[in-house]
């Protein structure tokens, strides 16, 4: 009765200032406050090149209760979607009740998404997650026309899927736009799937673009606040021209449900990928061949580039394209193929996108000067594994320090050393026996087992060295020194140490 009496009288006021606004109210809104005029003339340009995709696959039952395996989604007692739920969930269970007793016999499992038509031919694009595993596809066209769909192709870098189909008549196909002229606020449109409800409109803006959310190594969504939801994988993402612009692949939120936090794969990244599949049945990216990590300010401060940019060139594949065109540890990519390199993302990206056999110019900055480098990309091979620099934990036991510096108890390599930190033959420099948890060191997760290889950019093999090369950059009023660090199986990075 409290809560009742309190919502009543915080009521009360909203009530009197919506009769007193009603004057306004009757008053037609800008077309500004009501959006776009063109949003239904979009809509019912494209409609019929948006479809339905529909899978299903036989599962083997996992480990734990049949309560774990098939519980529903929460939804709210009374909710509009609650029936819906029991029926969907119980046709995925493959009969009534949808629990299946103590069977644990195969079954059969649907799922649905969305896709588009891009060509007359019946070629169809989708996300990969939505036919991932699929021993059947389906796909369903706007007025609910059902064909069995092949699988073309897929990336899984970029969540991306090109499917086929037979045409029992005309298609209406849909073009790709230029992702690269959007700008934020751009009014955008999404057509897709929902809950399985079938072709449903949304419209919104652009929130931002280039958004990195760490889901891949190609990372450069489009965000939009248009409602996207589960469904909607897939599905295409519209300009006001009735151009795709991007595919809804992702969105972030606590409930499962929009909340104005959808990502869209850009067109220009769609468009390659899709050119790449329908040729090869696969992707033919550039390669390399280095591992690279970005630019800090105390990094460009010690390598006397200004502003901070670039991807900094941490190591070299042996048998990659960057090694006989003279690449080098320590060399920042500023430019490639005429690319302006920001951060390291944007050099995975190009390379990636760049032809493979194609000689492009690489601009780099090797100890403070700018040189021109010709390369010949290679091929980059899906097996391959990113490599990162592994960070170990500190070894309690006492350990032979000969020399303190940084913040770091340092040794010269030894046979035991080696074999205590299982250190490769080919890691030559000053390993790391100690981090003072205090210092700047620690923070820059060095750690015991670290292999000091390089001091400003000059080879050291001792503490000794070490110490000498850090008291000179101090009289030289250098702020920071950069550090080349391996680990134990020689993979490289650059840390920059305060000196002050």
Do not use: C
Request: glycine share 10%; aromatic share 4%; net charge neutral.
């Amino acid at each position: 009765m409290t809560a009742t009496l309190a919502f009543r009288r915080r009521l009360r006021p909203i009530l009197t200032a919506a009769v007193l606004a009603a004057g306004w109210a009757l008053a037609p809104a800008p077309a500004s406050a009501r959006g776009p005029e063109g949003i239904a003339d979009v809509a019912e340009k494209v409609i019929d090149a948006v479809v339905n995709i529909s899978t299903s696959q036989t599962v083997e039952p996992k480990g734990g209760s049949s309560e774990n395996r098939n519980a529903n989604p929460q939804v709210p007692p009374g909710s509009p979607f609650e029936e819906f739920f029991d029926d969907f969930f119980k046709n995925r269970r493959g009969g009534p009740g949808g629990r299946g007793g103590a069977d644990n016999s195969p079954r059969r499992t649907n799922s649905l998404g969305s896709g588009f038509i891009v060509d007359e031919s019946g070629v169809v694009v989708t996300n990969n997650h939505v036919i991932a595993d699929a021993d059947e596809i389906n796909v369903i066209m706007n007025d609910g026309t059902k064909i069995k769909a092949e699988l073309v192709g897929v990336d899984k870098k970029t969540d991306l899927a090109v499917l086929k189909f037979k045409p029992p008549r005309p298609l209406t196909v849909v073009k790709f736009g230029d992702s690269d002229k959007l700008r934020l606020g751009d009014w955008v449109v999404a057509i897709g799937n929902p809950f399985s409800l079938g072709g449903t409109v949304t419209a919104g803006i652009v929130s931002a673009k280039n958004r990195d959310i760490s889901s891949g190594p190609y990372d450069s969504y489009i965000q939009t606040d248009a409602a996207i939801n589960r469904g909607n994988s897939g599905g295409p993402l519209f300009n006001l021209d009735g151009e795709v612009i991007g595919v809804n692949t992702l969105i972030i939120s606590p409930s499962g449900g929009s909340i104005g936090i959808g990502f869209a794969v850009p067109s220009k990244t769609v468009a390659g990928v899709v050119d790449q599949l329908r040729q090869f049945g696969e992707l033919r990216r550039g390669w390399l061949g280095v591992r690279i990590q970005g630019v800090t300010d105390e990094i460009a401060e010690s390598l006397n580039i200004k502003p901070a940019r670039g991807a900094l060139v941490a190591g070299v594949d042996d048998k990659g394209p960057a090694k006989p065109a003279g690449i080098e540890p320590g060399d920042v990519v500023v430019k490639f193929d005429g690319h302006d390199i920001k951060e390291p993302k944007d050099l995975s990206r190009i390379v990636a996108d760049t032809a493979v056999g194609k000689e492009v110019d690489v601009i780099v900055i090797r100890k403070g000067q700018e040189q021109t480098l010709k390369v010949k990309l290679g091929r980059l091979e899906d097996n391959e594994k990113v490599q990162q620099a592994a960070i170990k934990k500190d070894e309690p036991a006492e350990k032979p320090v000969t020399q303190k510096a940084l913040g770091l108890d340092l040794a010269a390599l030894s046979k035991d050393l080696r074999t205590r930190y299982k250190i490769k033959d080919s890691v030559k420099g000053v390993v790391v026996t100690g981090v003072d948890q205090a210092s700047d060191a620690a923070e820059k997760r060095l750690s015991a087992g670290d292999v000091i290889v390089e001091v400003a950019q000059e080879a050291v093999t001792s503490g000794a060295d070490i110490k000498k090369r850090v008291d000179q950059l101090k009289k030289d009023g250098k702020k920071s020194v950069l550090l080349l660090v391996s680990n134990a199986d020689g993979e490289l990075r650059f840390v920059a140490l305060s000196l002050q």
